[in-house]
């Protein structure tokens, strides 16, 4: 990205909003984050987000590195050729025509993409996927998703929505997802469901890497995450099994527990699958920023396009 004017990327999240100036040699500035208003209802995050948006293009013009584009990450369904976030489970949004809103406020192009997609376009282009023609990139955030690379290419589905690892039924099926089936793999193995089994074990609210931090000394923490790595690996198994994969990169927030998160995995990743050779499994070196890293490769397709 050298040379290239700056760009806003925007990485839409059902705990945070995250967003940074993004340099022409790739380098994020002035970034900053926001809690996603998500108990004040869809129209709350919308206006959350565009005003985060005006905020940072304004900022970086006063910093003497005006913005040409805006690259607006989200999770869900997402109509990316007409920049709608169709539908989003852990934020509850509908139809937002996001591109053309975000737009208005700040008159620059504007890309729309969903969250992790966008993060797997960043993995295949700067990280842990670049040298693999066959993929499985799994975020493990607030959610989880999946890109499923095959021959280089990114495989986008009827619908545009293959890849929803997150979306398995590989948990207790007496327990209902906010999508509104029932054993979904994100209600027990994402940031969010480690912090809400932790509580219904004990009675207190942690944060998911508090949790991980407490791993030596806490047998409830350990129990919790023994229970979420292994239905992550179930996941896991399910999908490569369908995709074959040459790597399986682990990103999103939770990767930021490095090999606390990737050796319990890929112990019973590999015991899964007990009569071929496991797929690579690696933790993205780009964790957390992958999302951001795709909106401001979104965002310069956007600029380079022009005005929409």
Known sequence: MTDRPAVLAVDVGGTTI??????GDGKRRLAHA??????????????????????QATAA??????????GVVVPGVVDTSRGIARYAANIGWRDVPLR?????????????GHDVRAAGLAELALGAAGDSADALIVVVGTGIAGVVVAGG???????????????????????????????????FSSARAVSRMYAERTGTTLAADQIVA??????????????????????L??????????????????????????????AAFAAG???????????????GAAGLVGAALLARDAAEEGPA
Do not use: Y
Not at 154 to 176: N, Q, S, T
């Open 18 to 23: 995250k967003s940074a100036v993004v340099d």
């Open 34 to 55: 926001v809690p996603t208003p998500v108990a004040d209802g869809p129209a709350a995050v919308v206006e959350t987000l565009r005003r985060l948006v005006s905020a």
């Open 61 to 70: 013009r006063a910093a003497g590195e005006p913005v040409t584009a805006v």
């Open 100 to 112: 053309d809103l975000v737009r208005t406020d700040v008159a620059l192009p504007v890309a729309v």
């Open 153 to 187: 290419t990114v495989v986008e589905g009827h619908a545009g929505i293959a890849g929803e690892i997150g979306h398995i039924p590989v948990g207790d099926l007496e327990v209902r997802c906010n999508c509104g089936a029932f054993g979904c793999l994100e209600m």
């Open 214 to 235: 407490r791993l030596g000394e806490d047998a409830d923490a350990r129990e919790v995450w023994r229970s979420a790595t292994a239905t992550l690996a179930r996941g």
């Open 237 to 266: 198994v399910c999908a490569a099994l369908l995709t074959d994969p040459q790597r399986v990169v682990l990103a999103g927030g939770l990767s930021a527990a490095g090999e606390t998160l990737r050796e319990p995995v890929a």
């Open 273 to 287: 699958m007990p009569w071929r050779e496991a797929p690579e499994l690696v933790v993205s070196e780009l964790a």
